[in-house]
T-cell receptor
């Protein structure tokens, strides 16, 4: 079945450092890919998405490019802030399987220190 | 403001009791979902509903039941048959079920069973 693998956390960075969180996937069909963010004690919020190969999703300084050849969707940000501290989830949705729901990775906790 | 409401935020129950978690949305979305989140793990799909009066089992449906009698409501019952019910439960909705449609999440209910 479909699956998403994320790098384990926590990732600890200093403010203004460069961020990369790796995400790779396995899926039948042609998935759409998402990054969601979860702040402490809250639900998830969509951060960005990409629906086809070579698409780049971007939002709030975060970017991720849908790489079909490497089955990856790595999240990047050039300069992190303390307010970016949260748990980040990579997810996919594959219409072809008829599942019509998201498959999530295990999440990566980001801690940004002042 | 449109959104998803889950209540209560914290719920405590004794082992052997059934408990129902509320999820209401005023976004006029057709599709609704229930996920379970455990520490250090991603979200796992319990049940989903693409339309009123229809719902499908997800990956971990055993010990849970749902109903979808109204478009805006998708309550989840955690039964005494669920072996390990203590977890964080998240409800989500999307305009329609499908790969490209963003899922909006509620704030979650943390259930503790002792």
């Amino acid at each position: 079945g479909d699956s998403v693998t994320q790098m384990e956390g926590p990732v600890t960075l200093s403010e203004e450092a460069f961020l990369t969180i790796n995400c790779t996937y396995t899926a039948t069909g042609y998935p759409s890919l998402f990054w969601y963010v979860q702040y402490p004690g809250e639900g998830l919020q969509l951060l960005l998405k990409a629906t086809k190969a070579d698409d780049k999703g971007s939002n709030k300084g975060f970017e991720a490019t849908y790489r079909k050849e490497t089955t990856s969707f790595h999240l990047e940000k050039g300069s992190v802030q303390v307010s970016d501290s949260a748990v980040y989830f990579c997810a996919l949705s594959d219409m072809d399987t008829g599942r019509r729901a998201l498959t999530f990775g295990s999440g990566t906790r980001l801690q940004v220190q002042p | 403001d449109g959104g998803i409401t889950q209540s209560p935020k914290y719920l405590f129950r004794k082992e052997g009791q059934n408990v129902t978690l509320s999820c209401e949305q005023n976004l006029n979305h057709d599709a609704m979902y229930w996920y379970r989140q455990d520490p250090g793990q991603g979200l796992r799909l319990i049940y989903y509903s693409q339309i009123v009066n229809d719902f499908q089992k997800g990956d971990i449906a055993e010990g849970y039941s749902v109903s979808r009698e109204k478009k805006e409501s998708f309550p989840l019952t955690v039964t005494s048959a669920q072996k390990n019910p203590t977890a964080f439960y998240l409800c989500a909705s999307s305009i329609r079920a499908g790969a490209d449609y963003e899922q909006y999440f509620g704030p979650g209910t943390r259930l503790t069973v002792t």
